[in-house]
């Protein structure tokens, strides 16, 4: 049964582009959906639309409280791994100026240096250049690696931020949606009390009073008024 009112629908869209065209199709479905939409607002008991604004309402606000928690601890991460990289590049100059002073020294092709109270072989100064020179490239890979996390920590921070942004959107509908809501149930009431004013108004004007419904002293219903004969002294 499912599958032919799908069938049949697929051919009444068909049908429908080819003689109006897709635009004025397109036109006709959201000017349908917009009706239908009005049509279930109308007449959805307002208990159970609030019920529901509420309910999103609480989903949004909740969400906004993790993706603001989650904003925060991806700052916290980014900020830490940048004074990371700070201190790491300070140790990566220090080790580079070292360098340079062992590269000087070396290019002087002693056979003996004395470097403090040490003496060190060119052979062990060459050595040491060459474990430095090792630990610079690890450093400076350590560096970029961090320099990436970094990276992607930032685009996950604005990325959260949108995020943050389109759900305090949602929230603001919904509160206007609520307002809505709220304002459409206080002139419901409004207008109750008007229609029972009316009617209380109408039932007095209909209803007969006292001396309306008491005969006068010198009428009956149906008769002229009759004179009154006195007596002759």
Known sequence: ?????????????????????????????????????????????MRLESARITALIQKENEAVLSYEDSICDLEARRDSTMRAIEEARKKLQAEMDLLKRIKALLDEKREQYTIGRN???????????????????????????????????????????????????????????????HARDANADVRLQVAKLTNAIAGHRCRPTASSRRPSATTSAGSEPRSVVRPRV
């Open 119 to 181: 003496t060190y072989t060119y052979a062990e100064v060459n050595a040491d250049a060459l474990e430095r020179i090792e630990a610079v490239k690890r450093m400076q890979e350590d560096i970029a690696f961090k320099q990436s996390l970094v990276n992607d920590l930032d685009r996950a921070v604005k990325q959260g931020r949108g995020s943050l942004a389109d759900a305090h959107k949602r929230l603001a509908e919904l509160n206007n949606a609520m307002e809505r809501l």
């Open 1 to 45: 049964m499912l599958k032919k009112i799908i069938i049949a629908a697929a051919v009444v869209l068909v049908l429908a582009i080819v003689i109006f065209g897709w635009p004025k199709t397109w036109s006709y479905l959201c000017g349908t959906q917009q009706i239908l939409n009005e049509e279930v607002d109308d007449r959805t008991p």
